[in-house]
């Protein structure tokens, strides 16, 4: 495999998005940026991976190497941008499990946001060839691909293109305006650079071992409109 890195953009817009990572049981809300754990998820999909497998272990091994930017996209409206705004679901679900493993037949409730008409560009920058693997498969994939979870899904392709250096891959996203204009979620290599520990970087996708155990440091930047 070549040594050399890239920058793969992708777009994330639909009408419902729900990213996940700190919830579970009956709660599940929303961040308000794409998790790495809900793409590394989307790209299992698209390649066909199936949950738990050896080829989903050494793809997840593989992603856990490539640094994620997050960034927040306006979506426009007939006059101003449309507003992101959180959707809370109420839902009513059988045959869930114990938590001593037996299955529960009665209803439980559950409350499950999203966030309504939001867009993200994310950019990917890794391996060449892994990247190159992941477009691909994105663009004609094996299974289906959503927004966080199976009821969001894409309303636009998601691959925007691979570039070889993140200028070009921005202006897949962003065109030529200033990155400083939007906020931002961005992964960072050291401790001290970052602002918040989110635990989204998957071990497994197993249904009976789910597994979101490695932190992932990031640090969220806030547009700055230009004069």
Request: charged letters at 20%.
């Amino acid at each position: 495999m070549s040594c050399k890195n890239a920058y793969l953009a992708l777009r994330l817009q639909g009408p419902l998005q729900s990213w996940g990572f700190d919830s579970q049981y009956n709660r599940r809300n929303t961040g308000l940026f794409p998790t790495k754990s809900a793409i590394a998820g989307m790209c299992c999909a698209a390649l066909g991976f199936p949950r738990g497998g050896e080829r989903e272990e050494t793809f997840l091994a593989s992603f856990g190497t490539v640094r994620m930017m997050a960034i927040a996209i306006p979506r426009p409206g007939v006059k101003t941008p449309l507003p992101v705004r959180r959707l809370q679901d109420y839902h009513t679900v059988q045959n869930t499990r114990r938590a001593k493993g037996t299955i529960n037949s009665d209803c439980v409730l559950t409350r499950r946001q999203y966030l309504m008409d939001a867009a993200f560009g994310v950019v990917l920058e890794g391996n060449s060839k892994f990247l190159v693997e992941i477009a691909n498969a994105l663009a004609n994939p094996k299974w289906g691909i959503w927004l966080g979870r199976k009821s969001c899904v894409p309303s636009v392709p998601v691959v925007a293109g691979v570039a070889e250096d993140r200028g070009e891959a921005l202006k897949l996203l962003i065109g030529s305006k200033n990155l400083e204009s939007f906020t931002r979620q961005v992964e960072v290599a050291d401790f001290a650079d970052g602002q918040d520990s989110i635990s989204d970087a998957p071990i497994s996708f197993a249904i009976e071992r789910r597994l979101h155990c490695t932190p992932r440091r990031v640090r969220t930047l806030q547009g700055v409109e230009r004069l």
